[in-house]
């Protein structure tokens, strides 16, 4: 009788256990979700601030106390000039885009956007930093879209790809009015790709049926559980082709110097390369580009916090595990060409 209570209280203790974690993990989801939703909304951070607090920290440290002193006061000085003269210097909006396979950056971006578009003006410009390898097709013409919108204001708009602008990213880089990219950056893979695994013979092998009923003749073509004949392939390659035809005709609008059957064919290139081909305009970093800027320009970057729902942000997991294979297999393609 004694082990069986001795038994019974660990199974209590377990299942105490197992249901004070489920609550804490829902209690810390729901305070996530209502933390969220007080952070949605647009941050600004003034780069020309931190800046001058990175120099200033670091010339505390190397100068001597007197020196730093007459440092300090000469850059106070200055800026009280600057502000007694009214002069009001051009700005240069930043904005990051992290891309992913289905661009969902873009709910940020749109919003960022409409915030530039109302306070900026001819004099002023927009830098985006661009990190996108490409994915889902109508979620990145999207996200094209919107920096169309800063261009047909015309508000000069840069694009600097530091990693990676292909396909669906070289999609958004090209809509810039001057496309800057790091030395060993990839760019292009104008081109249009479909995968799809089929399972046809397995589940004949088991006896299983598939059955699919559609109305319209190419409602569905190539299927993943059915069994693909030719004119499936066939009629899947003619809408590829459409989209390699959609993707080209955007290219050649924003960049109508390029060589599209040279460059238009799924390859992508480095900086250097790309810089020959007319991908790219210039080889510079963004950090290069924003030292520059920060001499004659009010430099902020614009973040806008996206308050995702709770299912949304559970799901997020498996979209990372793709991203995450995905960016691997971009990883390998590049490192086997790199010298050994």
């Given at each position: 009788m004694t082990e069986f209570f001795a038994e019974y209280g660990l199974f209590l203790l377990k299942t105490v256990t197992v249901v004070a974690a489920i609550v804490i993990i829902i209690g810390s989801a729901a305070a996530a979700g209502r933390k969220a939703a007080h952070q949605e909304g647009l941050e600004v951070e003034d780069l020309n601030k931190k800046y001058r607090a990175m120099a200033n920290a670091l010339?505390?440290?190397?100068?001597?106390?007197?020196?730093?002193?007459?440092?300090?006061?000469?850059?106070?000085?200055?800026?009280?000039?600057?502000?007694r003269s009214g002069k009001a210097k051009s700005k240069a909006f930043v904005i990051d885009f992290k891309g992913d396979l289905k661009a969902t950056a873009v709910s940020s971006l749109r919003e960022e956007v409409t915030a530039v578009l109302s306070v900026a003006g001819p004099k002023d410009q927009v830098v985006v930093r661009l990190e996108n390898h490409g994915g889902v097709v109508h979620e990145h013409g999207l996200a094209a879209s919107q920096l169309v919108?800063?261009?047909?204001?015309?508000?000069?708009?840069?694009?600097?790809?530091?990693?990676?602008?292909?396909?669906?990213?070289?999609?958004?880089?090209?809509?810039?009015?001057?496309?800057?990219?790091?030395?060993?950056?990839?760019?292009?893979?104008?081109?249009?790709?479909?995968q799809i695994p089929n399972f046809n013979r397995m589940l004949d092998s088991h006896g299983v049926d598939f059955e699919q009923v559609t109305a319209g003749k190419y409602k569905r073509t190539v299927t993943i559980f059915?069994?693909?004949t030719d004119e499936d392939r066939a009629k899947l390659k003619e809408e590829l082709?459409?989209?390699?035809?959609?993707?080209?005709?955007?290219?050649?609008?924003?960049?109508?110097?390029?060589?599209?059957?040279?460059?238009?064919?799924?390859e992508h290139w480095y900086?250097?390369?790309?810089?020959?081909?007319?991908?790219?305009?210039?080889?510079q970093t963004s950090d290069e580009l924003l030292a520059e800027l920060a001499s004659d320009h009010d430099i902020f970057k614009l973040t806008y916090k996206v308050r995702q729902p709770l299912q949304k942000r559970l799901m997020a997991g498996a979209d990372a595990l793709a991203e995450r294979f995905d960016s691997v297999t971009w990883k390998r393609r590049f490192e086997s060409r790199l010298p050994r």
């Open positions: 010339r505390k440290a190397v100068m001597k106390k007197a020196d730093w002193k007459k440092e300090a006061r000469k850059e106070k000085d200055q800026a009280k000039a600057e502000a919108r800063i261009r047909e204001r015309e508000i000069p708009l840069t694009i600097v790809v530091d990693k990676v602008a292909a396909s669906g990213g070289y999609l958004m880089a090209c809509v810039a009015d001057r496309l800057l990219a790091a030395p060993f950056a990839i760019l292009g893979s104008i081109g249009v790709l479909a059915g069994k693909n082709e459409d989209v390699h035809q959609l993707f080209k005709g955007a290219v050649a609008r924003y960049r109508p110097e390029l060589d599209l059957d040279k460059i238009a064919t799924g900086g250097t390369r790309a810089l020959e081909l007319g991908l790219a305009d210039e080889l």
